[in-house]
């Protein structure tokens, strides 16, 4: 169940005022937990991935259908697994707000969920007026 805003507005105080309070031991608790749990998927992945290509050869070379199959899908587990720790790792701020709170060491997580991007629009106009235009040239013979 995500935050109110009441319970984020409070968490972004205790963490201001632990960070001006003691900035050494703030760092220390927010660089190496995160950076050693994805430093060890990081780790596992590879191991991982490496073991999956010495399960895709061993099916080859003996002709084991099962076992590279296998291989191929630890290989590919291995490859998500270690992509979303550094995916999670180089996360870019959305927002001028989050980047100022990432330089600072702060973030905030809207229950674990990204805020949706907006896409640009593609052409003049919404998606129906694009479509009665189309269909004026079509009446007109313009294609």
Same mark, same amino acid.
């Given at each position: 169940? !995500?935050?109110?805003?009441e319970?984020?507005?409070?968490?972004?105080q205790?963490?201001?005022?632990?960070?001006?309070?003691? !900035?050494?031991?703030?760092?220390?608790l927010?660089?190496?937990?995160?950076?050693?749990? #994805?430093?060890r998927?990081?780790?596992?992945?590879?191991?991982g991935?490496v073991?999956?290509?010495?399960?895709?050869?061993t099916?080859?070379?003996?002709?084991?259908?099962i #076992?590279?199959?296998?291989?191929?899908? #630890?290989?590919l587990?291995?490859?998500v697994?270690?992509?979303?720790?550094?995916r999670?790792?180089h996360? +870019?701020?959305?927002? !001028?707000?989050?980047?100022l709170q990432?330089s600072?060491?702060?973030? +905030?997580?809207?229950?674990?969920?990204?805020?949706?991007?907006?896409r640009?629009?593609?052409?003049s106009?919404?998606?129906?007026?694009?479509?009665?235009?189309?269909?004026?040239?079509?009446?007109?013979?313009?294609?």
């Amino acid at each position: 169940m !995500p935050l109110s805003e009441e319970e984020l507005r409070m968490l972004e105080q205790m963490e201001r005022a632990l960070l001006a309070e003691d !900035p050494k031991f703030a760092s220390t608790l927010r660089g190496s937990r995160m950076a050693g749990s #994805v430093r060890r998927r990081i780790i596992l992945s590879s191991t991982g991935f490496v073991i999956g290509i010495a399960l895709l050869m061993t099916g080859v070379v003996a002709r084991q259908e099962i #076992v590279g199959i296998v291989g191929f899908l #630890v290989m590919l587990g291995a490859a998500v697994f270690g992509l979303t720790a550094l995916r999670a790792r180089h996360a +870019v701020p959305d927002t !001028p707000e989050q980047a100022l709170q990432a330089s600072q060491g702060l973030t +905030v997580i809207d229950g674990g969920r990204r805020p949706r991007r907006q896409r640009a629009p593609r052409g003049s106009g919404s998606f129906m007026e694009r479509m009665e235009q189309r269909w004026r040239r079509r009446r007109e013979g313009g294609y």
